[in-house]
């Protein structure tokens, strides 16, 4: 079973696919990013992904941290000012070493990849494939789901055995009883007006019809937030989002997204522009190969153009600005 993959947020770039996450002091607009992330998302090995890092030559290599775990045994590649600390070893650092270190791994024991400086207190995210801007990584086994409670065995109940012809013989007796007792004497008319087990409704108890729009209604799924437009829109985030100068799609209408055309953005805005993706509890912003790009500003942190076609995951507080013309700033619900 693979690990789970866990960050924290900050300035560095996170890749993370079905067998490798990497940590790296990238741009997501440069080359090195767009060749290993292709790499990375395919399950590509690690012999692969360090040749497409070195390919614009070793000088150019940033700082970077790599965690294989495709199988028990992974394996580990730092270099620069990036560590990696394995419980129960020496953590491992490469800032004197002119390429990069590499170790073997138990991909059962959890490690963490992490940028210089980056606190171990900020919150912990999944993600499962994907790219998102980083400073530490935590790679680790899958916790154990919590053992259900032992049942108790049913209490086995002792059962009477009565025939069929005992049953019917006692209630027949009783009710010929019963109703011989309550039988008025007939008068000399010989009509009788009422019956004493006669019942009649009190009108307290009758039932009375309730109408559909008298019921309670359902309380509303909670959202995972909304989008703040800089034209002074807001968008509920109930469903994907595709905003453009005239957004279309040909999804089926049950998975069909929220298609949000942007007044007055001229031929800067492209007509499916950028699209915002929900999956789970988690928000996604993607470039949809626009003409003038998009970009994402995280809370402090710096500001980056987003490769086309590239899931880039947001926390409340990041704005996004497409072509420069029009921004959205996502607020958690």
């Known amino acids: 079973m693979a690990p789970e993959v866990r960050y924290t947020p900050g300035t560095w770039t996170c890749l993370v696919g079905p067998s490798i996450c990497l940590l790296a002091d990238w741009a997501p607009d440069s080359g090195v990013f767009a060749r290993c992330w292709s790499l990375v998302r395919d399950g590509a090995s690690v012999e692969d992904v360090l040749d497409a890092v070195v390919r614009d030559g070793l000088r150019a290599v940033g700082d970077f941290a790599l965690a294989s775990f495709g199988s028990r045994q992974g394996q580990l590649v730092v270099r620069g000012k990036a560590a990696i600390e394995v419980a129960g070893a020496e953590a491992l650092h490469a800032v004197d070493v002119s390429t990069w270190l590499e170790r073997p791994w138990d991909a059962t024991v959890t490690a963490v990849l992490s940028a210089p400086g980056v606190s171990a207190d900020g919150p912990e995210l999944p993600l499962v494939t994907g790219v998102a801007l980083a400073g530490r990584i935590v790679v680790g086994p ?10 108790e065995p049913a209490k086995e109940e002792h059962v009477v055995e009565e025939t069929y012809e005992d049953i019917f013989a006692q209630r027949e007796s009783a009710d010929v009883t019963r109703y011989r007792a309550a039988i008025p004497p007939v008068p000399q008319t010989g009509v009788i007006a009422s019956v004493p087990w006669e019942q009649k409704a009190e009108p307290s108890k009758v039932a009375s019809t309730v109408r559909r729009d008298q019921l309670p209604s359902a309380s509303p799924r909670s959202k995972p937030g909304v989008l703040r437009l800089s034209t002074g829109d807001v968008i509920a985030l109930d469903r994907d989002v595709i905003l453009g100068r005239a957004p279309t799609s040909t999804e089926k209408p049950a998975a069909k997204p929220n298609l949000v055309q942007l007044p007055h953005a001229g ?10 993706h929900i999956e789970g509890a988690s928000v996604f912003v993607t470039d949809l190969g626009s003409t003038n790009g998009t970009a994402v500003t995280p809370p402090g942190g710096p500001r980056t153009v987003l490769s086309p076609n590239v899931p880039v995951e947001i926390v409340a507080g990041t704005v996004v600005g497409l072509a420069d013309v029009v921004t959205f700033r996502f607020e958690a619900g």
């Open 142 to 151: 899958v916790p154990a789901p919590e053992a259900a409670a032992p049942v």
């Open 267 to 276: 031929d800067d805005i492209s007509r499916n522009h950028v699209r915002v």
